[in-house]
T-cell receptor, first 115, second 117 residues
Framework: AQKITQTQPGMFVQEKEAVTLDCTYD???????LFWYKQPSSGEMIFLIY??????QNATEGRYSLNFQKARKSANLVISASQLGDSAMYFC????????????FGKGTMLLVSP | GAVVSQHPSRVICKSGTSVKIECRSL??????MFWYRQFPKQSLMLMAT?????????EQGVEKDKFLINHASLTLSTLTVTSAHPEDSSFYIC?????????????FGQGTRLTVV
């Protein structure tokens, strides 16, 4: 079984600042993937970034980077140069790499970006 | 790229009626579709897994007779909320895993906001 923990119910950041959203996980699988999704008020789930458990380098996608520390089982999302449009709910999720397993989601962190 | 199209995006129905939600995979074949429910300010909770041509697998606590899932083709999965009640009001969203460079990244539908009055 997998478990995702997001300890920050809400985060505030000023526009153009960087922000880190925390995520820790627990799994007995050796090969797995870690995902971050953004969910604006419209409800759609927007894929942001992926990190494989065997990837040696931290994943980056534009302004998003994933600070992957395997020994600590953490996969924090870093958003650089925050924009007003980044205000949304952010979910960390994971899935074993075998088969078509479902994603296990954390409880989410609501990010509010202020001018 | 691969897209999952979900309809309707919003529906209001009277208590006791049934509502059908469709999820179609565009440009790829979805042998598996996951159905989630999300209550306000909460995370996504898996309700069931549908596989093309076979019966859906429901999570514990989800009534299979109330939430009917059909996955009759490789591009269409449907969720029917039967005899809906106000407590069924929620956000329902589907996702289909697909093997890609991100290794089974899931593609989500746009979601359906159901309100039962």
């Amino acid at each position: 079984a997998q478990k995702i923990t997001q300890t920050q119910p809400g985060m505030f950041v000023q526009e153009k600042e960087a922000v880190t959203l925390d995520c820790t996980y627990d799994t007995s699988d050796q090969s797995y993937g870690l995902f971050w999704y953004k969910q604006p008020s419209s409800g759609e789930m927007i894929f942001l970034i992926y990190q494989g458990s065997y990837d040696e380098q931290n994943a980056t996608e534009g302004r998003y980077s994933l600070n992957f520390q395997k020994a600590r089982k953490s996969a924090n999302l870093v958003i650089s140069a925050s924009q007003l449009g980044d205000s949304a709910m952010y979910f960390c999720a994971m899935r074993p790499n075998s088969g078509y397993s479902t994603l296990t989601f954390g409880k989410g962190t609501m990010l509010l970006v202020s001018p | 790229g691969a897209v999952v199209s979900q309809h309707p995006s919003r529906v209001i129905c009277k208590s006791g009626t049934s509502v059908k939600i469709e999820c179609r995979s565009l440009d790829f074949q979805a042998t598996t579709m996951f159905w989630y429910r999300q209550f306000p300010k909460q995370s996504l909770m898996l309700m069931a897994t549908s596989n093309e041509g076979s019966k859906a697998t429901y999570e514990q606590g989800v009534e299979k007779d109330k939430f009917l899932i059909n996955h009759a083709s490789l591009t269409l999965s449907t969720l029917t909320v039967t005899s809906a009640h106000p407590e069924d009001s929620s956000f329902y969203i589907c996702s289909a895993p697909i093997r890609g460079r991100r290794n089974t990244e899931a593609f989500f539908g746009q979601g359906t906001r159901l309100t039962v009055v």
